[in-house]
């Protein structure tokens, strides 16, 4: 009988260090719970914070853009300059709003923004009479080179220019004196024809 009450003492004292040492591995599996949920919770927030800054990328994608439209015709710098060029220059709408006139800007008022006179010649490649005034436009401004700017308009791909300007006929050649208002002559002219006019319009250079 003494026997089995010390086997009852022995399974008594067993089963209280069982139930510390399960004590002990449940507090110590509590703070690893709370301490990989905290980790988590960091990384989930650090996530927060880079895909905000993420998402502000293309927004400050599309201010630059912005700014970027504002500036692309700015007011005329008096002291810019663009290079001379011996040959016909072919222009798309920016082009022509920083080189000859902001229509944009300026629509009721013509102010020209060259640094020299100019010629535009409006053409498509399709037409037969604008064929015979490409190459005079080539021997214009290999002959005035510096003097006079002799520019290109492609009315099939530059259609706004050609509707501002009201081409309806092809080619269209407009003279920009550097002072002054443009003129405009419809038909496919000889050189000399086209000479006498920069004579006229173009005294300056003379």
Known sequence: MQLKN?????LMKTFKISLVVAALFAFISCGNSTVE?????????????????????????????????VQTTPDKDPSASYEAS????QL????FLERVFNYEDNPKEWKFRGDRPCIID?????CGPCKRVAPIMDQLAEEYEGKIDIY???TD??????QVFG????????????????????????????????????????
């Not at 798309?92 to 082009?95: G, L, P, T």
């Not at 409006?122 to 399709?126: E, I, P, S």
């Not at 791909?157 to 050609?162: C, P, R, Y």
């Not at 002219?189 to 005294?203: A, D, G, R, T, V």
């Open 86 to 89: 011996d040959e016909p220059v």
């Open 6 to 10: 010390n086997q009852i003492d022995i």
């Open 92 to 95: 798309n709408k920016q082009m």
């Open 37 to 69: 949920t905290t980790s988590e919770s960091t990384n989930i927030e650090n996530q927060q914070v880079k895909n905000t800054g993420e998402s502000k990328q293309p927004q400050a994608a599309d201010e630059a853009a912005e700014n970027n439209v």
């Open 167 to 206: 081409i309806r006929s092809i080619p269209s050649v407009m003279y920009c004196p550097a002072e002054g208002q443009p003129y405009m002559y419809v038909g496919a002219f000889p050189k000399s024809k086209y000479q006498e006019l920069i004579n006229k319009h173009f005294e300056s250079i003379n």
């Open 152 to 154: 290109k308009v492609d």
């Open 157 to 162: 791909k530059q259609k706004e220019l050609a």
């Open 122 to 126: 409006f053409y498509a490649d399709w």
